[in-house]
C-alpha cells in the first residue's frame, strides 16, 4: 500500500490490516516492519502524527 500511494500513513495501513484479518497492529509497528523492508520510507509521515 504505502508504494502505490505514499502519502498513505500508517495509521490507516493498521486499520486495514485490522479490519482485514481481524489482528491490532500498533502503526508503530507498521512503520518499523515497513523501515526494515523497504528503503526510502520517511520515519513519520503527517498523517501518523493526526491519526
Do not use: C, W
Not at 18 to 42: C, D, H, M, T
Amino acid at each position: 500500500m504505502k508504494e502505490k500511494n505514499p502519502s498513505i500513513g500508517y495509521g490507516q495501513i493498521s486499520m486495514q490490516i485490522y479490519e482485514a484479518f481481524g489482528v491490532i497492529v500498533s502503526r508503530f509497528s507498521v512503520g518499523r516492519i515497513l523501515r526494515k523492508r523497504y528503503k526510502n520510507i520517511p520515519l513519520v509521515t503527517t498523517t501518523d502524527l493526526h491519526g
